[in-house]
């Protein structure tokens, strides 16, 4: 996307030496971006969201990859800093695929050619994440104008917590489509869940969306359904964390409600999800995704900025209440009209379909 009317990537190389990030933990209120410089700070800035999104987690890991080469490249340092990448965070299978693929590519090579490739390859999983999304976009795109047509009028979609550019390199997965449409013309209006407790939705999908002037609204979490049941959601579509070969749905925590208020309500439900995303290997998202429980503080604090442009933190909860923060939940393939992903748009069970051949 742009920024300042210049195209931008959240994530990009400063030679072989730094990894420039946008610090999203400072986003809407601030725009700061932030040098990567060690595979640490890789992971730190993993952990703790300052990049967060399946396949920007997956980019950054692998950055986190190459930063790692400039300490050492024998296979145990490599190794090492494989395992610490990927004990960051454990629902994204793109961090585990990037990482995997980044050790396939370096242990094969001489040592003295691994600092080179790594930094190579990272660019090269970027590149490609980049094209998967506009591919992405670009099939969403012909289902939301083939539903306009059917509506003739604006459409409504709503999404949950953010898939855009800033989940991604560039493009974003849910709102890749959203954003094709919207440059191809077609009248469109997003209710953005603002995804408790992170606010991803209100922080950076609506900070992305007003960045790109898409007409849209942020909606409490709970809200989606009644709006569905009054007519007044014409599609849904979200990004995905992992996605198993059966096409069970594991997506930020409000996903599976949503789907459910979708299909009491005969509302298409779509994920948006580039390849890296798909774990082949299992088939029962509900026992096999790991789901990541976060810090309760997560849910007992938040962030925002006051009339005096002060950003801090409040504390939401009573004295001597507990908090759960369990992170992502698992949408089974049954509630889930189509999965979008840069080879076209499937059912779930039809999924593999598009992989085959
Ligand atoms: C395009 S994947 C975006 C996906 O990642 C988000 O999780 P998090 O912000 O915790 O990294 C959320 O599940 C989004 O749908």
């Not at 013309?185 to 898409?214: C, F, I, K, M, Y």
Request: hydrophobic share 45%.
């Amino acid at each position: 996307m742009k920024i300042n009317g210049q195209p931008y990537r959240t994530i990009h190389p400063i030679g072989h030496e730094i990894v420039q990030i946008i610090d999203q933990t400072r986003l809407p209120h601030a725009f700061e971006v932030k040098p990567l410089s060690n595979v640490n700070e890789a992971a730190e800035a993993i952990r703790h969201m300052l990049v967060r999104g399946a396949p920007l987690i997956g980019a950054a890991a692998a950055y986190g990859m190459a930063l790692a080469t400039k300490q050492g490249v024998d296979e145990a340092w490599l190794d090492d800093s494989a395992a610490f990448l990927m004990a960051t965070r454990p629902t994204a299978v793109n961090l585990r695929w990037a990482v995997q693929r980044m050790l396939n590519v370096l242990k094969p090579l001489p040592e003295t050619q691994r600092h080179e490739a790594a930094w190579f390859e990272a660019a090269a999983i970027c590149d490609e994440d980049v094209a998967l999304n506009q591919a992405i976009g670009r099939h969403g795109a012909e289902m939301l104008q083939a539903l306009y047509q059917k509506k003739g009028r604006p459409l409504n979609v709503l999404t949950h917590c953010n898939a855009g550019w800033l989940a991604a390199v560039d493009w974003g997965t849910a709102l890749a489509p959203i954003y094709t449409a919207f440059e191809a013309g077609l009248p469109l209006h997003v209710w953005v869940d603002e995804t408790r407790p992170r606010n991803q939705g209100a922080s950076l999908t609506a900070w992305e969306l007003a960045n790109h002037g898409v007409p849209h609204t942020v909606i409490a979490d709970n809200a989606g359904g009644h709006l569905m049941q009054h007519g007044e959601v014409d599609v849904v579509i979200v990004g995905a964390d992992r996605v198993t070969a059966t096409g069970d749905v594991c997506n930020k925590i409000g996903t599976y409600l949503k789907a459910l208020a979708a299909y009491d309500n005969q509302v298409p439900f779509y994920a948006a999800v580039p390849s890296p995303t798909i774990d082949w290997a299992i088939s029962d998202g509900l026992r096999e995704i790991p789901i990541e429980e976060r810090s309760a503080d997560e849910v007992a604090w938040v962030q925002g900025k006051t009339t005096q442009g002060e950003i801090l933190c409040v504390n939401v909860l009573p004295q001597g209440s507990s908090a759960a923060n369990p992170a992502f939940d698992v949408t089974p393939a049954r509630l889930v009209t189509g999965i979008i992903t840069e080879r076209g748009i499937a059912a779930p069970q039809a999924m593999k379909l598009l992989y085959e051949g």
